[in-house]
């Protein structure tokens, strides 16, 4: 019978790896593993984690009393952005996705020769964040100082983040007394990444075209940029845990080491782009040097470091006199990472052409960056057993946004993967139900984000033929007015198969 599950478990893991679709929110705590501790907020540090013990706290693997093969997943998660005044003032960005796939699966193994030994192997996806968002411009204004009349004034936006962060781990814990039990787990991590950011922005005139008594045919000015970022970076760490436990309360701790990064990675590209033609300085009325910079580089020619930080986290839970209710409590603590560079590449020496202005650097062309901010989330949950083998969960968390506000010095924070910036809240609750011995939840997760006065991503609304302040050709200074709001719904269904134990 075992050999059977552990079968099952392998089968699974080889389709869930074939299967990778490979963008990053900047939140430590978005993953959700769709079974009892998703449904608690994954408060669960001091006890309680079930199958997904072997992440929140390995030591308390040790509370299983029988093997167990889990599978939970997400049925559906509707996720909608909304960005207001993101391309200027009026210009908005909406981004909505649906998304169907397993998330959890585990596969825990209590020893009868080793009664004090607990042990689980695991797959899961830590984080999942996909955006797509394209808008387009299209208006007639007087933007070339140099031309009479109005002209076309043609913008199109496109944006698009996809990351997955997928865990495939075995890890053990060790009874050292019926209160005490200490454990660890180590995890490959698989972060893939595919980033695009691309502007490109037109302006022609609608009349006939005269320079200096001389008939143009066709005349436009022009600026592009482009920045792509792709790759699966492969990585270690480990965790290490201690549980606590008595009658009507338990307590743990768990230590997160920081991801070990140079062990492998693929599937690796980067490009940047920028293209500037036919501008006049705003001062003198003096045409500005046409110039294009732009390479490409793959493979072994990029290096990429994914760097995830030190973390430290504590739990406490409660138990009611007869057990049929329990508070879970959890705090944990994300060290910060100073700016770092998230990948790399020599360029080409022929990156660009003679007439690039000076205020343009073309060192570490193709580098992009990253960082965070030290961060600490709390969690809350609460379980009640309502009736025998019925019980209901709830539960909330805090996701503070490591990169809100995020000082990059003395890197540049142009060179960032950029992205709306939130601070999330998470709200759950469900059911579990004992069916003739196997475990099932079903259940949800609310999610909403909001920030407001954020910079711009560019702004398109009140453009000017070169913005000095900005050195932004074709588009208008930037404001702080951008508000952003998320909604996210997610439903939950997972079955934990029990054996060896008594079937209710």
């Given at each position: 019978m075992r050999k059977t599950f552990f079968q099952i478990f392998i089968i699974v893991f080889i389709a869930l790896i074939s299967n990778q679709l490979g963008a990053q929110s900047s939140n430590h705590w978005t993953r959700s593993f769709n079974e009892e501790s998703s449904l608690l907020s994954g408060a669960v540090v001091g006890g309680g984690a079930g199958p997904s013990a072997i992440y929140f706290n390995p030591s308390s693997i040790s509370e299983i009393t029988e093997s167990k093969l889990s599978f939970h997943m997400s049925l559906?998660?509707?996720?909608f952005l909304n960005v207001k005044n993101a391309l200027g003032d009026g210009i908005d960005?909406?981004?909505s996705k649906v998304l169907v796939e397993p998330r959890f699966i585990s596969y825990m193994i209590k020893p009868r020769n080793h009664p004090e030994w607990s042990l689980e192997i695991a797959i899961l996806n830590n984080e999942n964040y996909y955006i797509d968002m394209t808008q387009s411009v299209d208006m007639e204004t007087n933007v070339l100082t140099n031309l009479p009349g109005e002209e076309r004034y043609y913008a199109v936006f496109q944006y698009f983040n996809r990351y997955r962060d997928d865990w495939y781990g075995f890890g053990g814990s060790l009874k050292l007394s019926p209160a005490l039990s200490v454990g660890g787990s180590m995890f490959l991590t698989v972060r893939s990444l595919e980033y695009r950011y691309e502007l490109n922005i037109e302006a022609y005139p609608l009349d006939s075209v005269f320079i200096e008594d001389e008939y143009l045919p066709f005349y436009s000015a022009s600026y592009q940029e482009l920045d792509y970022l792709k790759y699966n970076d492969y990585r270690l760490l480990w965790k290490f845990g201690l549980l606590y436990k008595k009658k009507r309360f338990s307590v743990g701790v768990c230590l997160t080491t920081p991801s070990i990064g140079g062990i492998y990675s693929d599937g690796k590209r980067v490009s940047r782009e920028q293209k500037q033609a036919n501008i006049n300085s705003p001062e003198s009325g003096e045409a500005l040097?046409?110039?294009?910079?732009?390479?490409?580089?793959?493979?072994?020619?990029?290096?990429?470091?994914?760097k995830s930080p030190l973390s430290i986290a504590a739990g406490l839970t409660f138990y009611s006199k007869d057990h049929t209710k329990t508070l879970y409590t959890t705090v944990e603590?994300?060290?910060g990472l100073e700016p770092f560079r998230l990948a790399q590449a020599d360029e080409s020496p022929n990156l660009a052409s003679n007439t690039v202005p000076e205020m343009i650097q073309l060192n570490e062309w193709l580098t992009f960056v990253s960082g965070a901010k030290p961060v600490l989330n709390a969690a809350l949950g609460y379980r009640w057993e309502i009736k025998e083998n019925i019980m209901l969960m709830t539960g909330f968390r805090t996701d503070f946004n490591y990169k809100k506000n995020?000082?990059?010095?003395?890197?540049?924070?142009?060179?960032s993967v950029k992205g709306v910036q939130l601070d999330y809240y998470h709200l759950t609750g469900g059911l579990s139900m004992r069916i003739l011995g196997q475990d099932l939840i079903t259940g949800l997760q609310y999610t909403i984000g909001r920030e407001k006065n954020q910079t711009q991503f560019v702004n398109l609304s009140d453009p000017v033929e070169y913005n000095s302040i900005e050195n932004a050709p074709l588009q208008g200074t930037r404001q702080n007015n951008m508000n952003s709001l998320l909604?996210?719904?997610s439903l939950y269904f997972g079955a934990t198969f029990n054996f060896g134990g008594k079937k209710d």
């Open positions: 559906f998660s509707f996720n960005l909406n981004g040097p046409d110039y294009f910079i732009g390479d490409y580089q793959e493979k072994k020619a990029l290096e990429v470091n994914n603590y994300f060290a995020y000082d990059y010095n003395p890197l540049l924070e142009s060179k909604n996210s719904l």
